[in-house]
């Protein structure tokens, strides 16, 4: 008919203005839909579609607020990781046992089981995918260790950092993926015990 005006057509990735109302709600809502998928499918066989059902929004709606599918791996992964939250907690006493709070941080985020989930699809995936691998390195030596260690001024501090993090990313593998023993069935805190040492060493040390 003529004088009707047509709805407007969305163009790709755009949701509908209602559902773009709906807010950080459902951007929360998407993420640990996410979170839960990726730890249940790994990287390989998860699907925006999938976690948009999950999360019971158009798989448009996930588009807008992140992105590809990698950039929606990496926020899933951070809201179990935390850096932003992380990073004051660690350094704000000052250098001295800096070490011991960097591991008993990353021990408590593995040996939750919510948390570690997540983070078991990261590690896995990450031997055969660079999209993970690419993840794993922005959150876990850019996002915290790096900023850590700027933060120490202490010479070298991407070497340092990368050298805490195949310290701690070696446990993790270890302890949670292949489940060696005894270092599986170790108390944490024994691990923490001798463990931080030697990160202080790396990260303060001249």
């Known amino acids: 008919m003529t004088g009707e005006s047509k709805p407007r057509r969305r163009g790709p990735g755009r949701p509908r203005q209602d559902e773009v109302e709906e807010g950080p709600g459902t951007q929360e809502r998407i993420r640990l839909a996410a979170r839960e998928v990726f730890a249940e499918r790994g990287y390989d066989k998860t699907s925006v579609r999938g976690i948009a059902k999950v999360a019971g929004v158009d798989p448009a709606l996930v588009h807008h607020y992140f992105g590809s599918k990698d950039d929606l791996f990496a926020a899933a992964i951070e809201i179990s990781m935390e850096p932003a939250m992380v990073v004051p907690a660690v350094i704000g006493e000052g250098p001295d046992g800096i070490g011991?709070?960097?591991?008993?941080?990353?021990?408590?985020?593995?040996?939750n089981p919510v948390t570690r989930a997540p983070l078991?699809?990261?590690?896995?995936?990450?031997?055969t995918h660079e999209a993970a691998a690419k993840v794993l390195r922005g959150l876990v030596l850019r996002r915290l260790l790096e900023r850590v260690a700027a933060d120490l001024d202490v010479p070298d501090p991407t070497f340092r950092a990368e050298l805490a993090a195949s310290h701690m990313v070696g446990i993790a593998i270890l302890r949670y993926v292949l489940q060696v023993e005894p270092l599986a069935s170790a108390d944490p805190e024994?691990?923490?015990?001798?463990?931080a040492p030697t990160l202080q060493r790396y990260l303060t040390e001249d």
Do not use: K, P, Q, T
């Open 120 to 127: 078991l699809a990261v590690i896995r995936s990450a031997l």
């Open 100 to 111: 011991e709070r960097l591991a008993r941080y990353f021990l408590g985020v593995w040996e």
């Open 190 to 195: 024994d691990i923490v015990a001798l463990v």
